[in-house]
C-alpha cells in the first residue's frame, strides 16, 4: 500500500518559468492538502481539495499560484512565472475523509535560481 | 499570524529521560490537535492525536495532554530514544472542516546517547 507520492523530489527552475508538483494520494484517499514549508518556519496550508473540487484555497497566494485534483490522475500544485521566494519545500497531504488524521508525501523542493 | 506557536526551537534531552514538547494555540475553535514527526528531507510522519473532548492519549511511549483552558498542548517521550531525534510539529484543527492543519514552527529534539 504506497503512501503518498510527491514528484519530482527536486525541482530547480529560473526565475520567470513554471513550475508543477505532482501529488498521488494513497489508495482510496479522496482528500488532498498542499502545505509549503519555507525556510526555518513550519508548515502553512495552501489548498484543500477533494475529486474535482476546490474546498479551501484560503492558503495559497492569490496570483500565479493554481491547484487542480481531476477525476483521474494526480493533483497537481502549478506556479507560474516563479520567483525567488516561491524557494520552498512543497508537502502534500492525504485523507481518507477530511476529519482523520492525514499521511504525507516526502515533498518537493523547488529552488528558483 | 501565527495560530499554533512552539515557542521552543530546540531540545535537549540524555537517553532514558523523558522529552516534553510543548505547544499553545490561541484559537479556540480549535478541537482537534495532532504532533508530526519529521526528519530531514522527509515529509511529516503522524505520531499522536487528541480530540478535544479528551484531555490525555496515550500510544506506547508517547503521551499527548491537552489543557484547553490554558490552549496548551504538550507531547511526553518517555523514555527517550536516540532514533527520536527528529523536529516535532504540532498542529490543531477544527474538525468538519477538513485537515486545514495550522502547524507550529516545530520544536528540533536530540536525543544525546
Known amino acids: 500500500n504506497a503512501g503518498v507520492m510527491q514528484n519530482p523530489r527536486h525541482l530547480v527552475r529560473r526565475r520567470g518559468q513554471e513550475a508543477r508538483l505532482r501529488c498521488s494520494p494513497m489508495k482510496g484517499h479522496s482528500h488532498v492538502y498542499w502545505y509549503r514549508q519555507l525556510p526555518e518556519e513550519g508548515l502553512k496550508f495552501m489548498v484543500y481539495l477533494q475529486k474535482e473540487n476546490i474546498i479551501d484555497e484560503s492558503g495559497m497566494p492569490k496570483e500565479r499560484f493554481s491547484a487542480e485534483f481531476p477525476k483521474e490522475g494526480p493533483s497537481i500544485l502549478r506556479i507560474q512565472q516563479v520567483v525567488r521566494g516561491d524557494s520552498a519545500a512543497y508537502f502534500c497531504?492525504?485523507?481518507?475523509?477530511?476529519?482523520?488524521?492525514?499521511?504525507f508525501g516526502q515533498g518537493t523542493r523547488l529552488t528558483v535560481v | 499570524d501565527q495560530q499554533v506557536k512552539q515557542n521552543s526551537p530546540s531540545l535537549s534531552v540524555q537517553e532514558g529521560r523523558i522529552s516534553i514538547l510543548n505547544c499553545d494555540y490561541t484559537n479556540s475553535m480549535f478541537d482537534y490537535f495532532l504532533w508530526y514527526k519529521k526528519y530531514p528531507a522527509e515529509g511529516p510522519t503522524f505520531l499522536i492525536s487528541?480530540?478535544?473532548?479528551?484531555d490525555k492519549n496515550e500510544d506506547g511511549r508517547f503521551t499527548v495532554f491537552l489543557n484547553k483552558s490554558a490552549k496548551h498542548l504538550s507531547l511526553h517521550i518517555v523514555p527517550s530514544q536516540p532514533g527520536d531525534s527528529a523536529v516535532y510539529f504540532c498542529?490543531?484543527?477544527?474538525?468538519?472542516?477538513?485537515?486545514?492543519?495550522?502547524f507550529g514552527t516545530g520544536t528540533s529534539l536530540t536525543v544525546i546517547p
Open positions: 497531504a492525504s485523507s481518507l475523509t477530511g476529519d482523520t488524521e492525514a499521511f
Open positions: 498542529a490543531a484543527s477544527r474538525t468538519n472542516t477538513g485537515n486545514q492543519f495550522y
Open positions: 487528541i480530540s478535544s473532548i479528551k
